[in-house]
T-cell receptor
Framework: QQQVKQSPQSLIVQKGGISIINCAYE??????FPWYQQFPGKGPALLIA?????SEKKEGRFTISFNKSAKQFSLHIMDSQPGDSATYFC????????????FGTGTRLLVSP | DTEVTQTPKHLVMGMTNKKSLKCEQH?????MYWYKQKAKKPPELMFV???????INESVPSRFSPECPNSSLLNLHLHALQPEDSALYLC???????????FGPGTRLTVT
């Protein structure tokens, strides 16, 4: 019940296209859902995060869509660029007590020029 | 400024060596974390410090010893490591344990 399932494992998108990464969770106590972007040899960088009181959050080309009833959330990258090529991790946690992040397995995104 | 710094960037050590990893943040965060990340895997939590006190140890072997000298610094002391301990070691911090975590660039550790 602590798992966060992430798909796809890898994704190739043409420059200018839309990249979509999906995550699903079981634990209904999760109420904080961040996405991290990680380039090779670097630490994960917090990209965008959402809480269940909204169904969508947009920051620039990055959008999180959240479906509370389906226990799913997804990251959309609009107008994908080669510089977006990285590994993306979704995560989930509870805001009560210690906020242990439960990470998805990661998606390797390659944006072709 | 959301910067967490880590030194060294790379470390190669033998199984009998003793070494330390350092992490520093000047964001006034009161929670600091150590994670271990193997290739193509998500980060795995090792330790959590909250207000300079160790609050969580995720059953990490005693050859890893954390230390929090003050609210800005976090060390990870390494002794008698195994080759399977080779990984990227990440430090993170957050305002408190229920806030967003910001990661440092990591230390790439190789145990020979």
């Amino acid at each position: 019940q602590q798992q966060v399932k992430q798909s796809p494992q890898s994704l190739i998108v043409q420059k200018g296209g839309i990249s979509i990464i999906n995550c699903a969770y079981e634990n209904t106590a999760f109420d904080y859902f961040p996405w991290y972007q990680q380039f090779p040899g670097k630490g994960p960088a917090l990209l965008i995060a959402i809480r269940p009181d909204v169904s969508e959050k947009k920051e620039g080309r990055f959008t999180i869509s959240f479906n509370k009833s389906a226990k799913q959330f997804s990251l959309h990258i609009m107008d994908s660029q080669p510089g977006d090529s990285a590994t993306y991790f979704c995560a989930a946690s509870m805001s009560t007590g210690f906020q242990k992040l439960v990470f998805g397995t990661g998606t390797r995104l390659l944006v072709s020029p | 400024d959301t910067e967490v710094t880590q030194t060294p960037k790379h470390l190669v050590m033998g199984m009998t060596n003793k070494k330390s990893l350092k992490c520093e943040q000047h964001m006034g965060h009161r929670a600091m974390y150590w994670y271990k990340q193997k290739a193509k895997k998500p980060p795995e939590l090792m330790f959590v410090y909250s207000y300079e006190k160790l609050s969580i140890n995720e059953s990490v072997p005693s050859r890893f010893s954390p230390e929090c000298p003050n609210s800005s610094l976090l060390n990870l002391h390494l002794h008698a490591l195994q080759p399977e301990d080779s990984a990227l070691y990440l430090c993170a911090s957050s305002y408190e344990t229920r806030y967003e975590q910001y990661f440092g660039p990591g230390t790439r550790l190789t145990v020979t």
